[in-house]
């Protein structure tokens, strides 16, 4: 389906339909509690309503909530929308499936952006302050079962998030894979990002992938 998305909102991407993608893979059923986290237009939380389940979104961006509200309206989806700092929103419950398609992209600035559509891709120096808050704090909130559902790119580590998800005591695999070529972020950073040793000189494409992680009952 079409989605509205207001200036500065994520618009569903290559990393959203590769998400989607494994989202399509859950036995989802009517009443599965699932949480979208960063959640944008609210693609993902809209194909997890599609399917029955009970869904709650998330964003910082009072633009995104309000897109994510707009498209479940249209949608005639029952999506409960929350805006909020990730996890913060939703303390003290428990989901069965939690996605999240965070901002993961190495930026110049160590800091996260305080404010404009870069807080929806930059994520500092080594792309993972917000992947290591999901990371530490997602696992608490997962019920026996669950499964916590990450996309992101391997400029921003793979294997921190799977050791970090392990140790956390949830089984972490890398469930997809998909190369795609650079959007105009990543074109514009090249140089910076071959000076941090991240890509090779001639590289014009990324490579995304989906973590799962299921916690044993």
């Not at 990730?86 to 965070?102: E, H, M, S």
């Not at 949830?170 to 140089?191: M, N, W």
Request: with cysteine; glycine share 8%; hydrophobic share 45%.
């Amino acid at each position: 389906m079409r989605f509205i998305s207001l200036p500065g909102v994520y618009a569903p991407q290559d990393d959203t339909a590769l998400l989607a993608g494994a989202l399509h893979e859950e036995p989802l059923r009517a009443g599965t509690q699932v949480l979208d986290v960063a959640t944008g237009t609210g693609a993902l939380a809209l194909a997890a309503a599609r399917r029955g389940a009970d869904v709650t979104a998330v964003d910082i961006s009072r633009r995104a909530v309000l897109t994510a509200r707009l498209n479940a309206r249209l949608a005639r989806l029952p999506v409960r929308v929350l805006r909020g700092n990730l996890l913060a929103p939703v303390a003290g419950r428990a989901f069965d499936l939690i996605l999240t398609n965070p901002p993961y992209v190495p930026a110049p600035d160590a800091a996260l952006p305080r404010r404009g559509a870069a807080r929806a891709w930059d994520a500092g120096h080594d792309g993972r302050l917000v992947l290591d808050r999901i990371c530490r704090d997602a696992p608490p909130l997962l019920r026996p079962g669950g499964v916590l559902l990450i996309v992101h790119s391997v400029l921003s580590d793979e294997e921190n998030t799977l050791r970090q998800l392990r140790a956390a005591g949830l089984d972490a695999t890398v469930t997809e894979r998909r190369y795609v070529a650079f959007g105009p972020v990543l074109r514009s950073r090249q140089r910076w990002l071959h000076a941090r040793g991240l890509l090779e000189t001639d590289q014009n494409k990324e490579e995304l992938v989906v973590i799962r992680a299921r916690r044993n009952r």
